[in-house]
T-cell receptor, first 115, second 115 residues
Framework: SAVISQKPSRDICQRGTSLTIQCQVD?????MFWYRQQPGQSLTLIAT?????????ESGFVIDKFPISRPNLTFSTLTVSNMSPEDSSIYLC????????????FGPGTRLTVL | AQKVTQAQTEISVVEKEDVTLDCVYE???????LFWYKQPPSGELVFLIR??????QNEISGRYSWNFQKSTSSFNFTITASQVVDSAVYFC????????????FGSGTRLLVRP
């Protein structure tokens, strides 16, 4: 299975600030995904990030609020911009082992609290 | 539209009991994948199984077993002889070929195994 790391593991931020979350995979992967898990809730896909192209956002999520970078096949970042307490969630990145296998592995998550 | 329903919000059992977690899905695709993930209190998502739509064979892995029935659009998960370490939130998820393999999660079932 792919090994995925995320930084930071947790953070407490002030309203109005921005936080960039990093996701590093130990092998090259085509597709990376960013999910949000609000407290006590299930996971919701924010966007799909492919290397060399713009991220594809799901309904309800916009690039201005959640800009994503994918500079190479092992790394991606998600920024949560102009944060409010409603953004307090766990943010998880995931990747496929390979497109033919469709087995998604998740990073340990970033637990964000916005005051 | 694709949808995953986990009707059981929370289940509590005594150690060594068997427990079945239900998952019902909706999809218009003929090719799709179903997953189960475990999320222990630490928050990390642990991949348990992937099943594609053409493989209806039941699977057993140690104390875990899965029953996939296309006729009822269900993919149920059974833990036999439950243990305290099985206490976690369990998520069922669906991905469709036509949706770029993004995961649609159910709302999760919280399992509490009491000693």
């Amino acid at each position: 299975s792919a090994v995925i790391s995320q930084k930071p593991s947790r953070d407490i931020c002030q309203r109005g600030t921005s936080l960039t979350i990093q996701c590093q995979v130990d092998s090259q992967v085509t597709m990376m995904f960013w999910y949000r898990q609000q407290p006590g809730q299930s996971l919701t896909l924010i966007a799909t990030a492919n290397q060399g192209s713009e991220a594809t956002y799901e309904s309800g999520f916009v690039i201005d609020k959640f800009p994503i970078s994918r500079p190479n096949l092992t790394f991606s970042t998600l920024t949560v911009s102009n944060m409010s307490p409603e953004d307090s969630s766990i943010y998880l990145c995931s990747c496929e082992r390979d497109s033919s296998y469709n087995e998604q592995f998740f990073g340990p998550g970033t637990r964000l609290t916005v005051l | 539209a694709q949808k995953v329903t986990q009707a059981q919000t929370e289940i509590s059992v005594v150690e060594k009991e068997d427990v079945t977690l239900d998952c019902v899905y909706e999809t218009r695709d003929t090719t799709y994948y179903l997953f189960w993930y475990k999320q222990p209190p630490s928050g990390e998502l642990v991949f348990l199984i992937r099943r594609n739509s053409f493989d209806e064979q039941n699977e057993i892995s140690g104390r875990y077993s899965w029953n996939f029935q296309k006729s009822t659009s269900s993919f149920n998960f059974t833990i036999t002889a439950s243990q305290v370490v099985d206490s976690a939130v369990y998520f069922c998820a669906l991905s469709e070929v036509d949706s770029s393999y993004k995961l649609i999660f159910g709302s999760g079932t919280r399992l509490l195994v009491r000693p």
